[in-house]
C-alpha cells in the first residue's frame, strides 16, 4: 500500500518561514511529478508549486519568488521552502504524486494525496 506523510506544519509570524516535507511510501517503481496544494477555509484548492522528475518546477503566482520545491528520488520526498509567509498563505497544505507502484502483481500509474499539514501565519 503506498502512503505519503507530511510533516513540517505549524504557527509562524508574517515574514517567517516553514520547510514542509512529504515522504512516500510502499511497493514504488517510480514517482513522477510531486505537486503541493492549498486550500484555506472557504475557498478552492490551489496549486502551489509542482516539480517533475527531471527538476523543472513550476509554481503559483501567489508563490513566486517566496516558494521552493524541491524532491530527493531517492527518498521519495517532495519539500517545500515557504519563506516570507504572508496571514494569505494560511491553509491546509497537501502533497500529491503520480506514483507507479506495484500492488497485488500489477504495476500500475495513480495519483497519491497526503493527508494535510495545517500551515498558520499570523500577523
Known amino acids: 500500500q503506498v502512503q505519503l506523510v507530511e510533516s513540517g506544519g505549524g504557527l509562524t509570524q508574517a515574514g517567517g518561514s516553514l520547510r514542509l516535507s512529504c515522504v512516500a511510501s510502499g511497493p514504488i517503481f517510480r514517482i513522477n511529478a510531486m505537486e503541493w496544494y492549498r486550500q484555506a477555509p472557504g475557498e478552492q484548492r490551489e496549486l502551489v508549486a509542482g516539480i517533475t522528475v527531471g527538476g523543472h518546477a513550476t509554481y503559483g503566482e501567489s508563490v513566486k519568488g517566496r516558494f521552493t520545491i524541491s524532491r530527493d528520488n531517492d527518498k521519495n520526498t517532495a519539500e517545500l521552502q515557504m519563506d516570507r509567509l504572508k496571514p494569505d498563505d494560511t491553509a491546509i497544505y497537501h502533497c500529491?504524486?503520480?506514483?507507479?507502484?506495484?500492488?497485488?502483481?500489477?504495476?500500475?500509474?495513480?495519483?497519491?494525496w497526503g493527508q494535510g499539514t495545517q500551515v498558520t501565519v499570523s500577523s
Open positions: 500529491k504524486m503520480r506514483i507507479g507502484a506495484r500492488i497485488s502483481g500489477v504495476r500500475s500509474v495513480t495519483d497519491y
